[in-house]
Protein backbone atom coordinates (compact mmCIF):
# COMPACT_ATOMS: atom_id res chain seq x y z
CA UNK A 1 0.00 0.00 0.00
CA UNK A 2 1.47 3.47 -1.17
CA UNK A 3 0.47 7.47 -0.25
CA UNK A 4 -0.18 8.14 -3.59
CA UNK A 5 -0.82 11.89 -2.71
CA UNK A 6 -1.16 14.77 -0.08
CA UNK A 7 -2.81 17.96 -0.15
CA UNK A 8 -3.11 21.43 2.16
CA UNK A 9 -5.56 23.39 2.55
CA UNK A 10 -5.65 26.53 4.30
CA UNK A 11 -8.25 28.31 5.57
CA UNK A 12 -12.08 27.79 7.05
CA UNK A 13 -15.32 29.69 8.10
CA UNK A 14 -13.79 32.90 10.60
CA UNK A 15 -10.66 30.80 11.23
CA UNK A 16 -7.30 29.62 9.40
CA UNK A 17 -7.76 25.74 9.27
CA UNK A 18 -4.80 23.83 7.80
CA UNK A 19 -6.00 20.97 6.89
CA UNK A 20 -4.09 17.48 5.16
CA UNK A 21 -5.44 15.04 2.87
CA UNK A 22 -2.96 12.14 2.17
CA UNK A 23 -4.50 9.98 -0.42
CA UNK A 24 -3.53 6.18 -1.29
CA UNK A 25 -3.56 3.49 -4.45
CA UNK A 26 -6.43 1.68 -2.59
CA UNK A 27 -8.73 4.63 -2.77
CA UNK A 28 -8.49 5.36 1.19
CA UNK A 29 -7.55 8.75 2.41
CA UNK A 30 -6.69 10.01 6.12
CA UNK A 31 -6.71 13.87 7.33
CA UNK A 32 -5.07 15.57 9.36
CA UNK A 33 -5.27 18.93 11.54
CA UNK A 34 -1.82 21.24 11.51
CA UNK A 35 -3.67 24.52 12.03
CA UNK A 36 -0.76 26.45 14.22
CA UNK A 37 -3.20 29.81 15.52
CA UNK A 38 -1.95 32.70 13.90
CA UNK A 39 0.81 30.63 12.23
CA UNK A 40 -0.84 28.91 9.84
CA UNK A 41 1.02 29.38 6.92
CA UNK A 42 3.98 27.94 8.38
CA UNK A 43 3.14 24.52 8.93
CA UNK A 44 1.45 24.20 5.71
CA UNK A 45 4.62 25.05 4.15
CA UNK A 46 6.63 22.62 6.19
CA UNK A 47 4.12 19.91 5.26
CA UNK A 48 4.12 21.16 1.61
CA UNK A 49 8.27 22.20 1.01
CA UNK A 50 9.44 19.45 2.63
CA UNK A 51 7.24 16.52 4.65
CA UNK A 52 5.02 15.54 1.71
CA UNK A 53 7.51 15.58 -0.88
CA UNK A 54 8.88 12.46 0.96
CA UNK A 55 5.94 11.24 1.91
CA UNK A 56 4.48 10.26 -1.44
CA UNK A 57 5.33 6.76 -1.84
CA UNK A 58 5.28 5.72 1.35
CA UNK A 59 3.40 2.86 3.37
CA UNK A 60 0.34 4.63 5.24
CA UNK A 61 0.14 1.99 7.47
CA UNK A 62 3.91 2.21 9.00
CA UNK A 63 2.70 5.51 10.77
CA UNK A 64 5.41 4.75 14.03
CA UNK A 65 8.45 4.94 11.53
CA UNK A 66 6.89 7.75 9.15
CA UNK A 67 6.93 9.58 12.95
CA UNK A 68 9.79 8.53 13.50
CA UNK A 69 11.53 9.39 9.94
CA UNK A 70 9.95 12.66 10.16
CA UNK A 71 11.33 13.21 13.71
CA UNK A 72 14.67 12.33 13.98
CA UNK A 73 15.71 12.98 10.49
CA UNK A 74 14.44 16.39 10.87
CA UNK A 75 17.66 17.01 12.65
CA UNK A 76 16.20 20.35 13.98
CA UNK A 77 13.53 18.55 16.44
CA UNK A 78 10.23 20.26 18.49
CA UNK A 79 9.21 23.25 17.80
CA UNK A 80 5.50 24.31 17.70
CA UNK A 81 5.79 24.01 13.19
CA UNK A 82 7.39 21.21 13.09
CA UNK A 83 5.43 19.28 15.43
CA UNK A 84 1.82 20.73 13.85
CA UNK A 85 3.23 19.43 10.66
CA UNK A 86 4.17 15.67 11.89
CA UNK A 87 0.89 16.05 13.68
CA UNK A 88 -1.05 16.44 11.15
CA UNK A 89 0.67 13.86 9.24
CA UNK A 90 0.21 11.38 12.23
CA UNK A 91 -3.45 12.14 12.46
CA UNK A 92 -4.13 11.15 8.73
CA UNK A 93 -2.17 7.87 8.91
CA UNK A 94 -4.20 7.12 12.04
CA UNK A 95 -7.60 7.89 10.15
CA UNK A 96 -6.54 5.88 7.10
CA UNK A 97 -5.72 2.81 9.59
CA UNK A 98 -8.78 2.80 11.04
CA UNK A 99 -10.65 3.11 7.97
CA UNK A 100 -8.67 0.23 7.01
CA UNK A 101 -9.69 -1.38 9.76
CA UNK A 102 -13.01 -0.35 9.46
CA UNK A 103 -13.32 0.88 12.89
CA UNK A 104 -13.21 3.59 14.86
CA UNK A 105 -9.76 4.97 16.45
CA UNK A 106 -10.60 4.49 19.81
CA UNK A 107 -11.20 1.01 19.34
CA UNK A 108 -7.31 0.82 18.11
CA UNK A 109 -6.08 2.35 21.62
CA UNK A 110 -7.80 -0.18 23.59
CA UNK A 111 -11.70 0.44 23.72
CA UNK A 112 -13.67 3.27 25.37
CA UNK A 113 -13.34 3.81 28.97
CA UNK A 114 -16.30 5.59 29.00
CA UNK A 115 -19.23 6.62 27.53
CA UNK A 116 -19.31 10.38 27.25
CA UNK A 117 -16.50 12.30 27.93
CA UNK A 118 -16.91 15.57 30.31
CA UNK A 119 -16.08 19.39 28.48
CA UNK A 120 -16.15 22.51 29.86
CA UNK A 121 -17.59 25.58 27.84
CA UNK A 122 -16.21 29.03 28.21
CA UNK A 123 -18.07 31.43 29.98
CA UNK A 124 -16.85 35.17 29.63
CA UNK A 125 -18.16 38.85 30.74
CA UNK A 126 -16.95 41.97 30.20
CA UNK A 127 -17.61 42.41 34.05
CA UNK A 128 -18.79 39.76 36.83
CA UNK A 129 -22.69 40.21 35.97
CA UNK A 130 -22.42 39.82 32.57
CA UNK A 131 -20.42 36.99 32.98
CA UNK A 132 -22.71 35.05 35.63
CA UNK A 133 -25.18 35.41 32.76
CA UNK A 134 -22.93 33.62 30.32
CA UNK A 135 -22.57 31.02 32.72
CA UNK A 136 -25.94 30.55 33.55
CA UNK A 137 -26.23 29.84 29.83
CA UNK A 138 -24.20 27.26 29.84
CA UNK A 139 -25.93 25.44 33.22
CA UNK A 140 -29.06 25.65 31.26
CA UNK A 141 -27.36 24.19 27.97
CA UNK A 142 -26.69 21.15 30.35
CA UNK A 143 -22.80 21.93 30.77
CA UNK A 144 -21.12 20.79 34.04
CA UNK A 145 -17.81 22.26 33.62
CA UNK A 146 -17.27 26.00 32.05
CA UNK A 147 -14.21 28.17 32.04
CA UNK A 148 -14.61 31.08 33.39
CA UNK A 149 -13.42 34.56 32.94
CA UNK A 150 -14.60 38.70 33.68
CA UNK A 151 -13.45 42.22 32.83
CA UNK A 152 -11.62 43.85 35.87
CA UNK A 153 -12.26 47.08 37.66
CA UNK A 154 -9.54 49.59 37.10
CA UNK A 155 -8.03 46.94 34.56
CA UNK A 156 -6.72 49.40 31.47
CA UNK A 157 -7.71 47.17 28.76
CA UNK A 158 -10.13 44.36 28.45
CA UNK A 159 -8.20 41.22 29.84
CA UNK A 160 -7.34 38.05 28.39
CA UNK A 161 -10.42 36.45 26.26
CA UNK A 162 -12.75 38.95 27.63
CA UNK A 163 -15.34 41.70 25.83
CA UNK A 164 -14.93 44.70 25.93
CA UNK A 165 -18.65 45.80 26.53
CA UNK A 166 -21.69 43.44 28.19
CA UNK A 167 -23.39 40.64 25.60
CA UNK A 168 -20.77 41.68 22.87
CA UNK A 169 -19.36 38.55 22.22
CA UNK A 170 -19.26 35.20 24.33
CA UNK A 171 -16.20 33.90 22.63
CA UNK A 172 -12.16 34.96 22.61
CA UNK A 173 -12.07 35.48 18.88
CA UNK A 174 -8.52 35.75 16.94
CA UNK A 175 -8.12 39.35 15.58
CA UNK A 176 -8.18 39.09 11.76
CA UNK A 177 -7.65 42.63 10.90
CA UNK A 178 -3.69 42.25 10.38
CA UNK A 179 -0.22 40.87 11.46
CA UNK A 180 0.32 44.30 13.62
CA UNK A 181 -1.23 42.77 17.37
CA UNK A 182 -3.25 44.99 19.61
CA UNK A 183 -2.28 45.61 22.65
CA UNK A 184 -3.54 44.79 25.74
CA UNK A 185 -2.73 46.56 29.44
CA UNK A 186 -2.18 44.50 32.28
CA UNK A 187 -2.74 45.05 35.48
CA UNK A 188 -1.60 42.47 38.24
CA UNK A 189 -2.75 44.47 41.22
CA UNK A 190 -5.80 44.67 39.78
CA UNK A 191 -6.32 41.37 39.06
CA UNK A 192 -4.93 39.57 42.24
CA UNK A 193 -7.46 42.33 44.18
CA UNK A 194 -10.42 41.37 42.26
CA UNK A 195 -10.72 37.94 40.77
CA UNK A 196 -10.67 35.68 43.91
CA UNK A 197 -13.11 37.33 45.05
CA UNK A 198 -15.15 37.23 42.22
CA UNK A 199 -14.40 33.38 41.87
CA UNK A 200 -15.86 33.21 45.28
CA UNK A 201 -19.23 35.22 43.47
CA UNK A 202 -19.52 32.59 41.13
CA UNK A 203 -19.20 29.19 43.54
CA UNK A 204 -21.81 30.90 46.13
CA UNK A 205 -24.03 31.50 43.03
CA UNK A 206 -24.03 28.64 41.11
CA UNK A 207 -23.29 25.42 44.28
CA UNK A 208 -20.70 23.22 44.88
CA UNK A 209 -21.35 20.98 41.74
CA UNK A 210 -21.15 23.31 39.23
CA UNK A 211 -16.92 22.47 37.86
CA UNK A 212 -15.47 26.21 37.54
CA UNK A 213 -11.89 26.27 35.98
CA UNK A 214 -10.46 29.42 35.46
CA UNK A 215 -6.89 30.27 33.06
CA UNK A 216 -4.51 32.85 34.07
CA UNK A 217 -3.38 33.30 30.86
CA UNK A 218 0.58 32.62 32.12
CA UNK A 219 0.43 36.45 33.87
CA UNK A 220 1.79 36.01 37.51
CA UNK A 221 5.16 35.70 38.62
CA UNK A 222 5.48 32.14 40.65
CA UNK A 223 5.04 34.24 44.34
CA UNK A 224 2.11 36.02 42.95
CA UNK A 225 0.71 32.43 41.56
CA UNK A 226 1.67 31.11 44.95
CA UNK A 227 -0.60 33.93 46.76
CA UNK A 228 -3.57 33.16 44.11
CA UNK A 229 -3.91 29.61 44.14
CA UNK A 230 -3.85 29.92 48.22
CA UNK A 231 -6.63 32.77 48.03
CA UNK A 232 -8.78 30.85 45.81
CA UNK A 233 -8.47 27.16 47.63
CA UNK A 234 -12.12 27.78 49.28
CA UNK A 235 -13.62 28.09 45.70
CA UNK A 236 -12.91 24.46 44.95
CA UNK A 237 -11.67 25.21 41.01
CA UNK A 238 -11.79 22.07 39.09
CA UNK A 239 -8.07 23.55 37.61
CA UNK A 240 -6.38 26.83 37.63
CA UNK A 241 -4.45 27.17 34.13
CA UNK A 242 -1.27 28.29 33.27
CA UNK A 243 -0.63 30.59 36.26
CA UNK A 244 2.81 31.37 35.08
CA UNK A 245 4.79 30.87 32.48
CA UNK A 246 5.70 27.30 31.59
CA UNK A 247 9.37 27.77 30.33
CA UNK A 248 10.09 28.35 34.03
CA UNK A 249 9.27 24.94 35.36
CA UNK A 250 10.71 25.35 38.99
CA UNK A 251 8.08 28.30 39.60
CA UNK A 252 5.51 25.02 40.08
CA UNK A 253 7.18 24.24 43.43
CA UNK A 254 6.27 27.34 44.73
CA UNK A 255 2.58 27.15 43.91
CA UNK A 256 2.60 23.62 45.64
CA UNK A 257 4.14 23.93 48.34
CA UNK A 258 1.53 26.74 49.20
CA UNK A 259 -1.83 25.34 48.00
CA UNK A 260 -3.51 22.39 46.83
CA UNK A 261 -5.36 24.12 44.35
CA UNK A 262 -5.22 21.75 41.00
CA UNK A 263 -2.95 23.16 38.28
CA UNK A 264 -3.31 22.66 34.45
CA UNK A 265 -0.32 23.47 32.19
CA UNK A 266 0.69 22.32 28.48
CA UNK A 267 -1.08 24.25 25.23
CA UNK A 268 1.79 25.67 24.35
CA UNK A 269 4.24 22.40 24.83
CA UNK A 270 5.06 20.14 21.59
CA UNK A 271 6.76 17.29 23.12
CA UNK A 272 6.66 15.15 25.98
CA UNK A 273 10.28 16.16 26.68
CA UNK A 274 8.34 19.81 27.76
CA UNK A 275 6.32 18.11 30.15
CA UNK A 276 8.52 15.61 31.30
CA UNK A 277 9.81 17.29 34.47
CA UNK A 278 6.39 18.82 35.33
CA UNK A 279 4.88 15.15 35.49
CA UNK A 280 7.71 13.28 36.71
CA UNK A 281 7.69 15.65 40.04
CA UNK A 282 3.99 15.58 40.26
CA UNK A 283 3.95 19.40 39.60
CA UNK A 284 1.21 19.90 37.81
CA UNK A 285 -2.69 18.03 38.08
CA UNK A 286 -3.83 18.32 34.44
CA UNK A 287 -1.69 18.07 31.12
CA UNK A 288 -2.87 20.34 28.49
CA UNK A 289 -1.46 19.38 25.22
CA UNK A 290 -3.58 19.41 21.88
CA UNK A 291 -2.64 16.57 18.99
CA UNK A 292 -2.09 19.06 16.87
CA UNK A 293 0.44 21.23 18.49
CA UNK A 294 2.50 17.95 20.00
CA UNK A 295 3.25 15.87 17.14
CA UNK A 296 -0.16 13.37 16.55
CA UNK A 297 -1.63 10.59 18.11
CA UNK A 298 1.18 8.76 18.23
CA UNK A 299 3.22 10.91 20.41
CA UNK A 300 0.45 12.74 22.83
CA UNK A 301 -0.80 9.07 23.60
CA UNK A 302 3.06 8.63 25.10
CA UNK A 303 2.26 11.89 27.14
CA UNK A 304 -0.67 10.65 28.06
CA UNK A 305 0.29 7.20 29.25
CA UNK A 306 3.44 8.96 31.46
CA UNK A 307 0.68 11.28 32.57
CA UNK A 308 -1.26 8.06 33.87
CA UNK A 309 1.63 7.16 35.97
CA UNK A 310 2.31 10.08 37.86
CA UNK A 311 -1.88 10.52 38.66
CA UNK A 312 -1.68 13.61 36.21
CA UNK A 313 -5.22 13.48 33.94
CA UNK A 314 -5.80 14.54 30.67
CA UNK A 315 -7.30 18.19 29.65
CA UNK A 316 -6.68 18.68 26.06
CA UNK A 317 -6.59 21.81 25.00
CA UNK A 318 -9.70 22.84 22.56
CA UNK A 319 -9.29 26.15 21.58
CA UNK A 320 -11.37 27.74 19.11
CA UNK A 321 -8.77 27.54 16.61
CA UNK A 322 -8.77 23.66 16.69
CA UNK A 323 -10.25 22.16 13.58
CA UNK A 324 -12.77 19.60 14.28
CA UNK A 325 -10.17 16.81 12.88
CA UNK A 326 -7.50 17.58 15.67
CA UNK A 327 -10.91 17.83 18.29
CA UNK A 328 -11.93 14.40 16.89
CA UNK A 329 -8.59 12.83 17.73
CA UNK A 330 -8.64 14.19 20.95
CA UNK A 331 -12.31 12.45 21.49
CA UNK A 332 -10.98 8.87 20.74
CA UNK A 333 -7.88 9.89 23.14
CA UNK A 334 -10.74 11.04 26.02
CA UNK A 335 -13.21 8.38 25.24
CA UNK A 336 -10.03 5.71 25.64
CA UNK A 337 -7.10 7.05 28.14
CA UNK A 338 -7.52 5.64 31.68
CA UNK A 339 -6.53 8.91 32.97
CA UNK A 340 -8.75 11.00 31.09
CA UNK A 341 -10.15 14.50 33.00
CA UNK A 342 -11.99 16.72 30.94
CA UNK A 343 -11.92 18.58 27.20
CA UNK A 344 -12.05 22.02 26.55
CA UNK A 345 -14.66 22.56 23.85
CA UNK A 346 -15.81 25.32 21.36
CA UNK A 347 -15.49 24.01 18.04
CA UNK A 348 -17.91 22.35 16.47
CA UNK A 349 -21.64 23.75 16.09
CA UNK A 350 -21.69 26.21 13.11
CA UNK A 351 -23.60 25.38 10.15
CA UNK A 352 -20.41 26.25 7.85
CA UNK A 353 -17.93 24.58 10.17
CA UNK A 354 -20.36 21.16 10.02
CA UNK A 355 -20.18 21.76 6.36
CA UNK A 356 -16.38 22.41 6.06
CA UNK A 357 -16.00 18.95 8.52
CA UNK A 358 -19.30 16.55 8.36
CA UNK A 359 -19.27 14.01 11.05
CA UNK A 360 -21.33 12.47 13.29
CA UNK A 361 -20.25 13.20 16.74
CA UNK A 362 -22.49 14.26 19.28
CA UNK A 363 -22.66 16.90 22.48
CA UNK A 364 -25.51 15.95 25.14
CA UNK A 365 -26.13 16.89 28.60
CA UNK A 366 -22.02 18.09 28.58
CA UNK A 367 -20.83 14.74 27.73
CA UNK A 368 -18.83 14.71 24.34
CA UNK A 369 -20.05 11.40 22.62
CA UNK A 370 -17.44 10.26 19.85
CA UNK A 371 -18.29 8.61 16.59
CA UNK A 372 -18.62 5.34 15.65
CA UNK A 373 -17.78 5.74 12.08
CA UNK A 374 -14.43 4.07 11.14
CA UNK A 375 -10.97 6.06 11.66
CA UNK A 376 -11.22 9.51 13.27
CA UNK A 377 -15.19 9.97 11.96
CA UNK A 378 -14.75 13.45 10.43
CA UNK A 379 -14.64 14.12 6.42
CA UNK A 380 -13.74 17.36 5.08
CA UNK A 381 -15.75 18.59 1.98
CA UNK A 382 -12.94 19.93 -0.81
CA UNK A 383 -16.03 22.09 -2.81
CA UNK A 384 -16.37 24.14 0.68
CA UNK A 385 -13.07 24.45 1.13
CA UNK A 386 -12.72 26.17 -1.91
CA UNK A 387 -14.76 29.03 -0.67
CA UNK A 388 -11.92 29.93 2.26
CA UNK A 389 -8.55 31.60 2.24
CA UNK A 390 -6.45 32.63 4.30
CA UNK A 391 -6.75 35.51 6.49
CA UNK A 392 -4.02 37.27 8.39
CA UNK A 393 -4.53 37.35 12.42
CA UNK A 394 -2.85 37.99 15.55
CA UNK A 395 -2.90 37.30 19.22
CA UNK A 396 -2.48 40.35 21.33
CA UNK A 397 0.67 41.35 22.55
CA UNK A 398 0.82 42.57 26.33
CA UNK A 399 2.31 45.23 28.39
CA UNK A 400 2.55 47.05 31.58
CA UNK A 401 1.25 50.55 32.22
CA UNK A 402 4.98 51.78 32.29
CA UNK A 403 5.02 49.64 28.93
CA UNK A 404 7.13 46.79 29.59
CA UNK A 405 6.62 44.11 27.58
CA UNK A 406 4.39 40.88 29.70
CA UNK A 407 2.65 37.67 28.76
CA UNK A 408 -0.03 37.03 26.77
C1 LIG B 1 -7.27 28.19 26.12
C2 LIG B 1 -6.18 29.05 25.56
C3 LIG B 1 -6.54 29.81 24.34
C4 LIG B 1 -5.30 30.49 23.78
C5 LIG B 1 -5.23 30.33 22.30
C6 LIG B 1 -4.00 30.92 21.72
O1 LIG B 1 -7.20 27.89 27.29
O2 LIG B 1 -8.13 27.80 25.35
O3 LIG B 1 -5.56 29.78 26.57
O4 LIG B 1 -7.60 30.66 24.56
O5 LIG B 1 -5.26 31.84 24.09
O6 LIG B 1 -5.31 28.98 22.01
O7 LIG B 1 -3.88 30.58 20.37
MG1 LIG C 1 -5.44 28.44 28.23
Known sequence: MKITNAKVFVGGPGKNYVTLKIETDQGVYGLGDATLN??????????????????????????????????????????????????????????????????????????????????YAHATGADLPDLMESIAHYVDAGY????????????????????????????????????????????????????????????????????????????????????????????????????????????????????????????????????????????????????????????VKRIVELAGMHHIRTGFHGAPSHSPLCMAAQAHLNAWAPNFGIQEYLVLGTPECDALFPSDHQMQDGLFHVSDAPGLGVDFDEAQAARYSYAPGSHPVVRLQDGTLWNY
Not at 52 to 63: A, H
Not at 279 to 296: C, M, N, P, W
Request: glycine residues 8%; hydrophobic residues 40%; contains cysteine.
Open 38 to 119: NRETLPAAYLQDYLIPCLIGMDPRRSEDIWQFFYRGAYFRRGPIAMAAFGAIDMALWDIKGKLANMPLYQLFGGKSRDGALV
Open 144 to 299: KAVRVQCGIPGMPSASYAVPETPGASKHYITDFSGIRPKIEIWDTDCYMRYMPGALAEIRERFGPDLKLLHDVHHRLTPREAAQFAKAVEPVNLFWLEDPTPAEDQTALKLIRQHSTTPIAIGEVFNSLHDCQHLIEQELIDFIRVAVTYAGGITH
